[in-house]
């Protein structure tokens, strides 16, 4: 018996297809091939996550390399100095109430309540949509308001060691120039869960592209006019989020969404959404106030340190975002889906699927974030004020950060499979105790290894995030196919070993000390990982890797319109 239909067709190219009772049927005239519709219904889920994660990655990928440019721009105009360590200081709050009352909890706790509307009472859909808008726009302006009149002392408390006045001073203001963001970009976070939930992901993936070329803009254009120059950055973050949102409104209105204002807080749905909000708050707050207390120590650390920890995070998010984040965003409608209709076998196997596609993209990536760094850092960033110096510093950071690129993946796909099930506790429970440990192997490490002992804390508590949502999900569901995952962990291990060995040449094969000689490092670095993709690629299809073909297979579909998925009945 085949699993798949195009097993079977590939078996049987000239055999007609029936549908009859729950199966489909290839006759040829050799034999009959008879496939579950399970699997194929499976098979389809499947699709659908990998469709969505490539849009989601095709447009974070647009993203990062903006990102990219945007970083490359504010390390040549400004370094690596108290005056950046100002700047990502003040991006920390409104950051981190945009992961509270935004993407973080009022998409993810939002999506699973308003797709089973969509599913089972799609005439009651729009009035959630009203209230939700009415109730969050108001609590983001009452929010923003309050950052601005406050930030004074939230920069006490986020720099208790800092004693220069003046940059104090700095902080306070690029911290309230910041803060409208917040408002912006969480009714972006709402209309995102809107469009996902329709099954839409560009617009929303798309509109960091927006931030980024407005903080550019604002760096290149303004900064020669207006002192501080660092000022530039924050107006250009602000405005980010304006456009960010003016983004959606013609993909919403295209779905036919309204908005009125309704402050029905007796409506079920909005008594739903805010019980999930308020325990995950709870566990992305906690998971988010790993980054507030790495940046608080390290303002204990020598200057330029808050920035060190910046620059490679970023670098550590780029391959996070291209897939991993977009994966976590791409599964939550579907694995909320799948629990509303009941479809638990389909939805333990999505998950299951998820955390492999996951592991297949990550660790290679690691293996190469892990021994490029420095060239990476060396021809991306350092020129002008970025010197070598803050080179070396910053891959100490990226090299613990990318030790658990593979965790922070994993707990993007668990974390998100328990919120489909209702289940916050244990997300909860566990990013609490990810924090603690954190906390306590920060003040440990960083006085051997100062900010790099900071993302060793940090990449130490991930990897047991994941491993203790990894053992309750499997005692919760016994879905977990442990089998699989080692078989394909150990295929993806394999291929990867390439990888290595190409990184090592190009990071032996030259001097990465100096700024420029560009001639030489673009192609040298660039067309090394394009070799050691293609060589990973190659050796994971030698080992037969399901991924890889669950990949290709998806391609070789999209181009194929003569084949759909969807199964006629006779």
Not at 291 to 299: C, G, K
Not at 398 to 408: E, H, P, Q, T, V
Request: aromatic fraction near 10%; include cysteine.
């Amino acid at each position: 018996m085949h699993d798949t239909e195009d097993e079977a067709q590939t078996a049987y190219p000239t055999a007609r297809r029936i549908s009859c009772r729950g199966h489909l049927k290839y006759v040829s005239q050799q034999k009959i091939t008879i496939i579950s519709m399970a699997s194929l219904k499976r098979m389809q889920e499947q699709r659908e996550i990998v469709k969505a994660t490539s849009v989601m990655g095709s447009a974070t990928f647009a993203s990062r390399i903006l990102g990219l440019i945007r970083d490359i721009v504010i390390a040549a105009f400004f370094g690596a100095t108290a005056t950046t360590d100002a700047f990502f200081l003040a991006l920390t709050i409104p950051n981190l109430l945009r992961r509270l009352l935004g993407e973080g909890t009022l998409t993810t706790s939002f999506v699973p309540v308003y797709t089973e509307y969509l599913t089972r009472r799609p005439e009651e859909a729009p009035r959630v949509v009203h209230i939700t808008t009415t109730v969050i726009s108001t609590l983001l302006f009452v929010l923003t308001i309050l950052g601005i009149v406050l930030s004074p002392f939230i920069i006490k408390l986020q720099a208790p060691w800092w004693n220069d006045p003046e940059q104090i001073k700095l902080t306070v203001l690029l911290t309230r120039i910041c803060f409208p963001y917040l408002f912006f970009i969480g009714l972006m976070a709402l209309a995102m869960g809107i469009l996902n939930s329709h099954r839409h992901f560009l617009a929303p993936a798309a509109a960091p592209c927006l931030l980024n070329i407005s903080i550019i803009a604002c760096v290149i254009f303004l900064s020669p006019r207006i002192y501080p120059p660092i000022v530039t950055a924050a107006l250009g973050f602000a405005l980010g989020g304006l456009a960010q949102l003016l983004l959606q409104i013609p993909f919403l209105r295209a779905k036919g969404i309204t908005f009125k204002v309704n402050f029905d807080l007796h409506h079920p749905a909005v008594r739903r959404i805010a019980l999930m909000m308020a325990p995950m708050m709870l566990g992305i707050g906690a998971y988010q106030f790993n980054f507030v207390i790495s940046r608080l120590l390290a303002t204990k650390l020598p200057a330029g340190s808050v920035s060190y920890l910046f620059y490679a995070f970023r670098f550590f998010e780029f391959p996070q975002g291209i897939f991993t984040v977009a994966l976590g965003v791409a599964v939550l409608p579907s694995f909320a889906r799948l629990v509303s209709q009941k479809r638990m076998e389909e939805f333990v196997e999505g998950v299951n699927f998820s955390l492999r596609m996951m592991l297949f993209i990550t660790i290679p990536a690691m293996v190469g974030l892990t021994i490029l760094r420095v060239p990476i850092l060396n021809l991306i960033l350092q020129r002008g004020d970025f010197t070598y110096h803050t080179t070396l510093m910053t891959a100490q950071a990226l090299l613990y950060y990318s030790l658990s690129l593979w965790a922070y993946g994993g707990i993007q796909v668990l974390s998100r499979a328990f919120y489909a099930l209702d289940e916050v506790k244990i997300p909860v429970t566990m990013a609490i105790g990810a924090l603690m440990i954190n906390l306590l192997l920060g003040f440990i490490l960083m006085g051997p290894l100062l900010h790099a002992g900071l993302a060793l804390a940090m990449s130490i508590a991930a990897i047991v995030n994941i491993s203790l949502l990894a053992f309750f999900f499997h005692r919760k569901t016994s879905g977990i196919r442990v089998r699989e995952l080692i078989v394909s962990v150990s295929k993806t291990a394999v291929a990867a070993t390439p990888v290595a060995l190409v990184g090592i040449i190009i990071e032996r094969g030259y001097t990465w000390t100096e700024s420029g000689g560009y001639v030489a490092k673009i192609p040298l670095l660039g067309g090394g990982i394009i070799v050691a993709m293609a060589l990973f690629f190659f050796c994971s299809y030698l080992l037969r890797n399901r991924e890889l073909h669950l990949l290709w297979d998806f391609i070789r579909s999209g181009r194929d319109r003569k084949r759909p998925f969807s199964t006629p009945q006779v």
